[in-house]
């Protein structure tokens, strides 16, 4: 007999399990645990199944020892091998990672000495816990919007005290969140491993846990698989935190993921907390399985451009000075927070405009008061005194960073005492007056346990993940801002907001859910996840196939340089040829353009600005006359207009047409538009400089949508429709406004440059 063994070892992917012979005498089962010879070493292994092969003509080792009598059920290990596929692992390296290192430690039932946080929840929110525990209670599987870990706890107490004969699970993020949890659901008695114990602390709870039929474990992501099919609830808090995740080695689990294939497999129910559901959620759970928080903080949003001539500092506006001042009257407590670490965010030359960067790998910096640090390389090295690139010595800050702003409150407050909280500096003194922080201090510092220690909230970039190119970034700022305003509720203290996008951050407010979706459906359109999973493929050539390669290029470029030579000689000769060619017709060719020339100039001239017709609204284009063929002149003339003047858009309004007629010059050359209209538009806006045919000579900076969906009709009266984001979306919004009157100068928010 063979049995078929995965030892518990991180092995490569292409390793699955190992043949061993057993023993006489000895009965194997799959999902034992069996002492294996391995490598000159004995580890353990467990068994994958037992076979009856024939002899292969090699001598097979013999298994040691049956470790003990703890196995792994059927389904347990179906479900690890299920994993190690989808995530393209080997089976051995996930069993190394999920379940410890097995060993004769027993537990003891009464080691549990954990410390308590008395959980209490106000009158008016009481109310709202009853509510989504008993919602948890009817449903398989939920997502639950709470603002902290202290309301997440009372919601599930609640549920874990109406189901107390089941056994469940909470996985948290981090270690300091499974502690705190702990502390309050300290009176259910549960077990915590966090993965700072050591391998028999860790194994002997693991053994502890599957023996018993009823029970709590909190833990963190690698904990999760201590479930087994006896567990009948999986929470999962704060469920978008990225630390559910690994990303700095294999195997690259997903608790997320992880927790619901569990949930799909063993029939267990599933429930996640956070902030608000990620955009991933909205897919995974149905609409009526998404359970919200009533959050009742007030909110003061602050737009800076509308404060700028009357503040005295681009970073801190007017309005939110004289918020600060009203609290420290009060005597208040204030936290300020900016994800801008250092004292500015970079350094610019002001004479070239070069921007400094690591001098070692080119990375970006953090720019201190007196070093600059390589946020990839963590080099550190003094500010530079002279320009790199054209030794000027006039060196500037721009932007600020959480140190600069420190030093802005030091001298607007010199009586008030100040901290600083981010990951350098983590000492926190609730007595201090104002506070300035990063996430760091969301996370290492903020204790849901208090109340009340701050009065006011002051976030000061709610903007900037919105500049991020990642297809995330309006959800990621969107979370963010939740977390924040989850403190605040909290705190029972006012939330202030400095942003640009007051409108975008009020409706996520009033209709979280909607904006959510509206994210959705357009990642659904750009083919992005959760509609796309992206795999990155990496293929590692042996050195023998690189050696090739490198002769057949070095080959390839020779024969190429020949090819070039013999090229260039041709190319000149036939160059020559042509200019002998066409200088006899030259002299009626720019006759010709020019009379051409004039004719456009006519067309186009007419109808600029201020001329009455370019501020009319376009009629619609019927079917029928797009077929019969009544616009071929006016299209060939748009054309020909676009091209001379060499735009990327023109409409029947800048030649004095009033029809609904757009041309846009795209990748496969100029097309036309009838009844173009904007069906679907972005929250986020971009600013780029814009210039019109009617209007010549002037440019301005215009803010518009950053991605449209437009519906038309094609040249053949057929429906289309038109996705575009960035330059193509700015081109449809401006012709579009001329269809209807408008110009580009009537939404100028600055001109660069304008001589009329």
Known sequence: ???????????????????????????????????????????????????????????????????????????????????????????????????????????????????????????????????????????????????????????????????????????????????????????????????????????????????????????????????????????????????????????????????????????????????????????????????????????????????????????????????????????????????????????????????????????????????????????????????????????????????????????????????????????????????????????????????NVFQWIVYLDADLPLFSQDFRSAEQAIINFYEWFGMAHANRALFIVQTEESDFYAKSVDEPLKILKEELALRQSFHQPPFERWVEIKIRESEEKKRELAIAQKKVIEQQGRIDSTTKLIAGAADDLRKLVSASVRIQDVLAQKRYQRALEAKLINARNPNEKLREISQEVSIERIKNGSFKTLISDLKETMIEENGVGIAAPQIGALERIIIIETESGPKTFFNPTIVKHSFRKIESEEGCLSVPNVFGIVRRYRSVTVQALDENAQPVTIHTKAFPSIVFQHEIDHLNGILFIDKVERFTKKQI
């Not at 002001?350 to 720019?367: D, E, L």
């Open 1 to 451: 007999m063979i049995a078929e063994v995965y030892p518990f070892r991180r092995m490569p992917r292409r390793f699955s399990h190992f043949d061993y012979s057993i023993p006489e005498g000895m009965s194997l089962s799959r999902g034992q645990f069996v002492l294996i010879p391995f490598r000159s070493k004995t580890c353990v292994g467990i068994v994958k199944r037992v076979t009856e092969k024939p002899p292969r003509g090699i001598i097979l080792k013999n298994i040691s020892s049956i470790f003990f009598d703890t196995k792994l059920r059927d389904e347990e290990l179906f479900f690890f091998e299920s994993v190690a596929k989808s995530i393209a692992q080997s089976v051995s390296t996930l069993l190394f990672t999920a379940i410890p290192r097995p060993t004769e430690v027993s537990k003891n039932q009464d080691s549990f000495n954990n410390q308590s946080h008395k959980l209490t929840i106000s009158n008016n929110e009481s109310l709202t816990i009853a509510r989504l525990s008993h919602e948890i209670t009817k449903r398989r599987e939920a997502f639950v919007q709470a603002p902290d870990l202290r309301r997440t706890c009372a919601i599930i107490a609640r549920f874990l005290y109406e189901r107390p004969h089941q056994k469940s699970i909470i996985v948290c993020p981090n270690v300091r969140d499974a502690r705190i949890v702990a502390q309050f659901l300290s009176t259910f008695f549960p077990e915590c491993v966090t993965g700072e114990e050591s391998n028999n602390e860790r194994f002997a709870s693991w053994k502890f846990f599957r023996e018993k039929s009823e029970g709590l474990l909190v833990t963190t992501r690698t904990g999760l698989f201590f479930a087994d099919e006896q567990t009948s609830t999986v929470i999962i808090v704060r469920s978008g935190h990225s630390n559910h995740i690994e990303h700095r080695r294999n195997p690259r689990v997903s608790a997320r993921e992880i927790a619901r294939s569990f949930s799909q497999k063993f029939n267990t129910k599933l429930i996640f907390f956070d902030v608000l559901p990620c955009v991933d959620d909205l897919q995974y759970f149905k609409e009526e399985n998404l359970l919200l928080f009533n959050q009742k903080t007030i909110i003061d949003f602050v737009c800076p451009s509308a404060e700028k001539l009357v503040s005295e500092h681009s970073a801190v506006v007017y309005s939110t000075f004289i918020n600060i001042n009203d609290s420290l009257e009060k005597n208040g407590k204030v936290l300020i927070i900016l994800n801008k670490k250092g004292y500015a965010w970079k350094l610019r030359c002001k004479n070239c405009g070069y921007i400094f960067a690591c001098s070692s790998c080119g990375h970006t910096i953090r720019v201190d008061e007196q070093t600059i640090t390589c946020i990839h390389c963590k080099e550190i090295a003094p500010i530079p005194v002279r320009c790199r690139a054209c030794q000027s010595s006039l060196i500037e800050f721009r932007g600020f960073g959480i140190s600069r702003i420190a030093e802005v409150m030091h001298e607007s407050f010199p009586t008030v005492s100040i901290q600083l909280v981010d990951a350098q500096n983590t000492n926190f003194d609730p007595t201090v007056s104002i506070t300035l922080a990063t996430r760091a201090f969301l996370e290492n510092n903020f204790d849901p346990s208090k109340d």
